[in-house]
């Protein structure tokens, strides 16, 4: 049987992605998932895609985001929705189903909520723990990646995640938080606190989108 796990793997990183793991859907919990029953029975495997974002534009965010830092947040996920869309392309002309979710849509605005969370895809998939900031935190790259999924029932190999790996003694994302938000036991992030100060930025006209980009700023990883 062919190796399709190799010759996806193969094609995302030859498409510029950062990372690729494959996590078993089956046994994920998924009661917090915004997708209807008969999808979320219906695929196996999840795929996790992961670009890292620019240093440099990242190194510019002082204190609050800026038009810079959001319109490459924009393009990263622009980026991730067209290279999912080829994978599932892909996967459907060898006679397989693939259903990409977007790298950044709201479906449950009042709860900041998606279809589903790529970062609990891409921890089962091998590719990081949730961190103090309470985003994926990938060991190379830190939380300096944006994320994708594409659910599907191509026969795939599942990584498996890494239980041993955490954020050991870096607080930083602690120390750069504008909102407070961020605790030194990661089940204490205060998500009101952070969506609140998320308000306050587009408010004051820096985007016109939640998002900050500070504590990414400063979890690194090792490159």
């Known amino acids: 049987m062919k190796d399709y796990k190799e010759i996806i793997k193969d094609f995302v990183f030859k498409e510029r992605a950062s990372l690729f793991g494959v996590c078993d859907f089956k046994k994920i919990d998924k009661n917090n998932f915004l997708l209807e029953k008969e999808i979320l029975e219906r695929f196996p495997y999840a795929i ?25 947040y924009r393009q990263v996920n622009n980026f991730l929705d067209n290279l999912a869309l080829k994978i599932t392309f892909f996967i459907e002309e060898l006679g397989y189903s693939a259903l990409p979710i977007p790298a950044s849509q709201i479906v449950d605005w009042q709860n900041q909520r998606g279809h589903l969370s790529h970062k609990k895809i891409a921890y089962y998939a091998g590719l990081g723990w949730i961190g103090r900031n309470n985003l994926l935190v990938n060991e190379k790259y830190g939380s300096q990646i944006r994320l994708i999924t594409i659910l599907t029932d191509i026969p795939l190999t599942p990584d498996k995640e890494n239980l041993n ?32 100060k998320l308000k306050e930025f587009q408010k004051k006209g820096y985007v016109g989108q939640y998002i900050c980009g500070l504590c990414v700023k400063v979890c690194k990883g090792k490159v």
């Open 165 to 196: 790996l955490n954020c050991g003694d870096c607080y930083l994302c602690l120390e750069i938080c504008p909102a407070k938000a961020i605790k030194e036991k990661k089940e204490d992030f205060d998500h009101l606190k952070c969506f609140e």
């Open 48 to 72: 996790s895609i992961g670009r890292k974002l620019s240093r440099a534009i990242l190194e510019s965010l002082k204190d609050h985001p800026t038009p810079l830092y959001f319109h490459h």
